[in-house]
């Protein structure tokens, strides 16, 4: 099984942003514990980080015949993308939704998800765990798909 592993707007500053509330491990090193995880998991990862909208859509329009399955921190477009959903509902590929925060405990603003009705689930609020969990429901989800 292959897996996009997609990354949003501020991501890659991860380890120095606020890491009172984002922790403070680096994208780098979050990729790492997610292709560890991919790898017990027979399963391979291939992540890919961008502060451009257009170029996480782009990504997803080709991510069709490529990979069997999305896992997205949107970052800030998950409370203001449209684009974004409409890419995920577009490509039909099944998608989990994660978070290094729990958006529900934060701001008014960040209670909003426009991805979340095209995915499977969400996680949000286990910093790195969030990102490993949805890994392994994504990847139960696809195997359970193969059967
Ligand atoms: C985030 C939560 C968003 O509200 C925020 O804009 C982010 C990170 C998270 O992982 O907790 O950039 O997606």
Redesign the pocket.
């Known amino acids: 099984l292959s897996i996009l592993a997609l990354h949003?707007?501020?991501?890659n500053l991860l380890g120095q942003r606020e890491p009172g509330?984002?922790g403070s491990l680096t994208l780098g090193e979050i990729n790492r514990l997610l292709e560890e995880e991919a790898l017990k998991l027979q399963a391979t990862v291939f992540p890919l980080q961008s502060n451009h909208e257009g170029i996480l859509v782009d990504t997803i329009h080709e991510a069709l015949g490529q990979y069997q399955g999305i896992l997205i921190?949107?970052?800030?477009y998950?409370?203001t993308s449209v684009a974004l959903r409409d890419a995920i509902a577009a490509v039909n590929l099944p998608t989990v939704e994660?978070?290094?925060?729990?958006?529900y405990r934060?701001e008014e603003f960040?209670h909003h998800s426009y991805i979340a009705p095209v995915a499977i689930g969400q996680i949000?609020g286990f910093g790195v765990q969030?990102y490993l969990l949805g890994l392994q429901a994504l990847v139960n989800h696809l195997r359970k798909d193969e059967t």
């Open positions: 949003g707007p501020n991501l509330i984002y921190n949107a970052g800030a998950t409370h994660v978070h290094l925060s729990n958006i934060r960040r949000s969030s």
